[in-house]
């Protein structure tokens, strides 16, 4: 197992607090790329805050972020995704080479970018309602015919589901421009994740949203029928965008709800996020999803089996041991959950390798051990 080495995929996750949990992770699959995720996360995060101009693309973003981590490079003049970068092209300026020689050291192959956003408006949504309640669509109804928000009765006066349809793809029509931006820098692939299913209980989501979004709900807004009828038209609405921007649709919700709430166990301590174990379902739908894009190829990718609950692995990017703790499909599949580090580090070449002794010994977690196993 030693000499097993995997080349991969880089996936950027950037958005509010739901994007952090799939920092430092890679997935594995027989015969498929691995995808190495690493976050960028944009603290109060809002759909509807992104600049609606082409040209203006939400500066915390683009400057900030792509640009001190150097997935894109600025000349002054243009911005430009660093793996499409051509060190040898003529016409470049001496900035562009420079990062354009950067990334040929990489090696990152086609990089992913995966937005992460929508609880903060939903938040500010169910805030400024016209009513206390809204209709699902045809289609949502049937998905979740047995759902409560489904079974219970409708109050008078709710808002139509294509009313509300309407403002939601009003209030996220910047998340298409944010798409149209990233492609015309250089990103070809590009995914948009569900917003998670909400807290199941009433008072604890109106306490949470109170002191993480600074958004204070009456009552009759805190019900759980209304939560989840609204984000499920955020999520149709996100899935819009995806089919009209040719971008990509994650949609974790099959794997973490029961009876279309969101199930116990996947719920965060912090009774905000989803627990670490409901992430993997989470990054499990992600790569089903780009798999379907990048097709199957196990003739060119190293045998993932190699790799078991209990191993200690290197990725470059990170440089410290990562114990291996989860393998989905009888071992033909792994998450690999490595240490925090330092964000300022640069993105290096993409390789999942088996660790030495010594690489083990210098994380002081050599003893620990794995229990988990595929749900």
Not at 3 to 18: F, I, M, N, W
Not at 274 to 294: M, P, Q, S
């Amino acid at each position: 197992m030693a000499d097993t080495v995997l080349s991969a995929l880089p996936v950027h996750v950037v958005g509010d607090s739901t994007a952090v949990p799939y920092d430092n992770r890679v997935f594995v699959r027989d015969g498929m790329p691995p995808f190495a995720f690493r976050s960028f996360y944009i603290g109060g995060a809002r759909v509807a805050r992104v600049g609606v101009a082409l040209d203006t693309f939400a500066p915390s973003l683009l400057d900030d972020v792509f640009v001190a981590a150097q997935l894109v490079v600025d000349d002054g003049r243009d911005r430009t995704a660093t793996h499409r970068l051509s060190a040898s092209d003529p016409a470049g300026t001496d900035i562009a080479r420079h990062w354009a020689l950067l990334s040929a050291l990489r090696e990152p192959g086609e990089p992913w970018i995966l937005l992460s956003y929508g609880i903060f408006d939903i938040c500010d949504l169910l805030a400024t309602l016209d009513g206390d309640d809204v209709e699902l669509s045809p289609s949502a109804r049937e998905r979740w015919r047995s759902a409560p928000y489904c079974v219970e009765p409708q109050r008078a006066g709710a808002t139509p589901w294509a009313s509300l349809r309407h403002r939601i793809w009003w209030e996220f029509r910047a998340l298409r421009t944010l798409v149209v931006r990233l492609r015309s820098i250089g990103f070809a692939r590009i995914a948009i994740a569900a917003v998670q299913p909400p807290h199941p209980d009433d008072v604890t989501f109106a306490a949470t949203v109170s002191l993480a979004c600074n958004v204070k709900l009456p009552p009759a807004r805190r019900t759980l029928s209304l939560r989840y009828k609204v984000v499920i038209t955020a999520n149709e609405v996100l899935a819009a965008i995806c089919e009209h921007e040719d971008a990509h649709f994650v949609d974790a919700w099959p794997a973490l709800t029961d009876n279309g709430v969101l199930r116990s166990e996947y719920v965060h301590p912090d009774q905000f996020h989803i627990a670490d174990a409901g992430v993997r379902h989470a990054i499990a739908a992600f790569a089903e999803r780009a798999y379907e894009v990048h097709g199957r190829d196990a003739a060119s990718t190293p045998d993932a089996k190699a790799f078991a609950p209990g191993d200690w692995v290197v990725h470059d990017t990170i440089r410290d041991a990562a114990l291996v703790t989860r393998v989905v499909d009888g071992g033909a599949s792994v998450i690999v959950e490595r240490p925090t580090y330092n964000l300022t580090d640069r993105w290096k070449t993409n390789r999942l390798r088996a660790a030495t002794a010594d690489e083990v010994a210098a994380t002081g977690a050599g003893t620990r051990e794995t229990t988990e196993t595929a749900p």
